[in-house]
């Protein structure tokens, strides 16, 4: 039998599934590396620049388009905002943080939660070794100190721990953390995950709108939205979609803020129409639901991130906003 | 009779071999084991190092009775304090629940006992509510005695185990007595993919539902 090519680990540390589909992989991979070695240039040529990263339509379509392993860590920082936050609040923030005596039980939560995050990466499974580990560790824990309301919220392990294995870096990975819960989302892992609560019915409302076959259909099975895409949200698609996929989609969340997030699910949901619709009960919808993850679609993360911008149609910002805000004042008068 | 030789296709109610769908909710405190008797019970494995649920997971699994199929519709949820908001949505209209607490955790048993407490008030009346003692495997440690939780089961009209994910001890027993206790007969539950019983009390316990008419 003719080997694969690619190991059984992929670059970031995680073990492929048994029945990982190696000839796909190849296929698209083939098709894949040139286009990564296109943006890798045109990156190099931008990042030689000083101060060429200036907000506009060119870095928009950039971001769009991937950023390169080498260069995501740097330009996530600047794409969000955590570098200017960092600068203004001291660059000692996050040693100060780890000093702080931390509260018994905030530790101990987080501690139980560091060997079920990421088991199947060989970055963060070799016990009390994983140096990854340690380091997920001390971000949750800085982070849950710096920011007392929001504390440790399960889910936010998953993004400090892509965000470790991204930037290689604890202090990056903070100040990551911190522009994500506190400006680019909206309240989504406070005591009551208000937030979340709320954009999911945002969801909910969209797909009315833009698939109502669909939405009529998951309202007559009786599904409700936030059994499907809790972890969508919470998780940003980490834990959710092919791990490449996800980081091609937080460079537009970086970028653009948290509406890409809203792209991504209606494209999930709208792409899978077909099957979605053809499920005649409740438990054969939610495994339909389950499998829009899956996909073969979404494992092209160039082919995906292209019919997020297009699957969807329009998506305006004030759209999302006034939803937002309808929805959270509904919920306050009920 | 048609239910004569080898199972029936498509069993009617009226006869033997009826098969009966029911939604079963797990409650408890975060890392008490809900994931892990799930996958235990469906698929046979146990994993180490389970990953936390966020959200909720959702899976079914059958078992047999002498004259019923009874079809579990599993959900899992999440266990941390915060994720409470969304749990009123996952054990509506459930028909049992399994409130997991951890043998070597007290806290959890206490957390425990406020779970019973709000399905007793918020959820469906006759709903089968178990309490399951986990990772009985590790009773080296053990904080809560077997006994306390007996005595606090019994007031309270749950059925009770210990049960041990890792060893597999009365994983498949717990589900099995509250298959045994659900009511058979008024639950109106075809075949296959039509599950019209269910489906309407879905959609009863729905608010969305209603909310969409108006719009
Ligand atoms: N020794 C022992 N360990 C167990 C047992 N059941 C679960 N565990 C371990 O306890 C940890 C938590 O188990 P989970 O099944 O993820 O717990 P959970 O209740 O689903 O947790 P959340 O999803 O966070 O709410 C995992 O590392 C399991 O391997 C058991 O019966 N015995
Ligand atoms: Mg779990």
Known sequence: MAKSSFSKVDEYGFERAADFDYESYEEYMSQYL???????????????NPNSLKRGP?????????VPAEHRAEVWLWASGATQLQEKMGPNLYRELLEETHDIDVVSTIRTDLPRTFPDNIFFNQGDQSEHRNQLFRVLCAYAHHNERVGYCQGLNYIAGLLLLV?????????????????????????????????????????????????QQVTALGLPWPVVTTKWFICLFAEVLPVETVLRIWDCLF??????????????????????????????????????????STLNCHQFMKSIFQVPGSLSSSTISTLREKISQDRHNS | MANR???????????????????????????????????????????????????????????????????????????????????PM??????????????????????????????????????VIALAGNKADLANSRA????????????????????????????????????????????????????????????????????????
């Open chain 1, 58 to 66: 060119v870095i928009k379509r950039f971001m769009r388009k991937g």
């Open chain 1, 34 to 48: 040139p286009i990564l070695a296109r943006r890798a240039r045109k990156w190099a040529r931008l990042m030689g």
């Open chain 2, 90 to 127: 996952y054990y509506r209209g459930a028909q049992a629940a399994i409130i997991v607490y951890d043998i070597t955790n007290m806290d959890s048993f206490g957390r425990a006992k406020v779970w019973v407490k709000e399905l007793q008030r918020q959820a469906s009346p006759n709903i």
């Open chain 2, 5 to 87: 030789g080898g199972p029936a296709q498509r069993p009617n109610p009226q006869t033997q071999g009826k098969i009966c769908q029911f939604k079963l909710v797990l409650l408890g405190e975060s890392a008490v084991g809900k994931s892990s008797l799930v996958l235990r019970f469906v698929k046979g494995q146990f994993h180490e190092y389970q990953e936390s649920t966020i959200g909720a997971a959702f899976l079914t699994q059958t078992v047999c009775l002498e004259d019923t199929t009874v079809k579990f519709e599993i959900w899992d949820t999440a266990g941390q304090e915060r994720y409470h908001s969304l749990a």
């Open chain 1, 167 to 215: 930037t290689k870096s604890e202090e990056k990975s903070f100040w990551l953390l911190k522009v994500l819960v506190e400006q680019i989302l909206p309240d989504y892992y406070g005591p009551t995950m208000e937030g979340v609560i709320v954009d999911i019915d945002v969801l909910g409302e969209l797909i009315r709108l833009k698939a109502p076959a669909i939405h």
């Open chain 1, 255 to 296: 970028y653009e803020g948290s509406k890409i997030i809203f792209r991504v699910c209606l494209t999930l949901i709208k792409s899978q129409s077909s099957s979605l619709l053809a499920c005649d009960d409740f438990g054969s919808l939610a495994a339909a639901f389950k499998s829009t993850t899956s996909a073969s």
């Open chain 2, 144 to 215: 809560v005695e077997c006994e306390e939780a007996q005595t606090y089961a019994d007031e309270n009209g749950l059925l009770f185990m210990e049960t041990s994910a890792k060893t597999a001890k009365n994983v498949n027993e717990i589900f099995l007595a509250i298959a045994k206790k659900l009511p058979k007969n008024e639950q109106a539950s075809g075949a296959g993919s039509t599950n019209q019983g269910r489906r309407l009390q879905e959609l009863d316990g729905s608010p969305k539902a209603a909310g969409n008419c108006c719009k």
